[in-house]
């Protein structure tokens, strides 16, 4: 794999925050089991990428509220309640690391897990009425 020292540390780190994150209340997964690869997909997007988008479908909420966005976090990731993302962009999006290649890691899922995760967001994104 060549994934660099300064990746892997940073992934590490995200994955801490997913896990602090996780541990004060959030709300769990709620994709049934029984659709396996949205489940699984979700479970993936609460490990790797809930650190920087919200999602309430995994329990992530990574996004910041519009109050907070002049922080100018630059890990503030779009929120895929309030924005659909079909499978396709998703896919490019994980590939180029976000559409400007700028802030999100590239290939953070690859192959099957990649895939996993774009089903799951092409069907749970972008359900928030507000
Ligand atoms: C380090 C924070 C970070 C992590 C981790 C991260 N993202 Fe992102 N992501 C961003 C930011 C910031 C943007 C918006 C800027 C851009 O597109 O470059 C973005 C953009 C996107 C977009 C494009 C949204 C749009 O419509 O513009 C998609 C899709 C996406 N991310 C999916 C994912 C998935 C899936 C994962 C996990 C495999 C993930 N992201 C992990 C920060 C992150």
Do not use: W
Request: hydrophobic share 35%; with cysteine; net charge positive.
């Amino acid at each position: 794999m060549f994934v660099t020292h300064a990746r892997k540390l940073l992934i590490a780190l995200l994955a801490l925050t997913a896990i602090a994150v996780a541990g004060c209340g959030s709300q769990a997964i709620s994709v049934p089991k029984t659709d396996k690869h949205a489940y699984r997909g979700a479970q993936l997007f609460a490990e790797r990428c809930g650190g920087c988008h919200t999602i309430s479908a995994a329990g992530t909420q990574g996004s910041k509220p519009n109050n907070e966005i002049n922080t100018r976090d630059r890990t503030n990731g779009p929120n895929f309640d309030q924005r659909h993302e079909d499978h396709k962009s998703v896919l490019t999006a994980i590939r180029q690391g976000g559409f400007s290649g700028a802030v999100m890691p590239g290939n953070i899922v690859v192959g099957e897990d990649a895939d996993d995760v774009a089903k799951f967001l092409d069907k749970y994104s972008g359900k928030s009425t507000d």
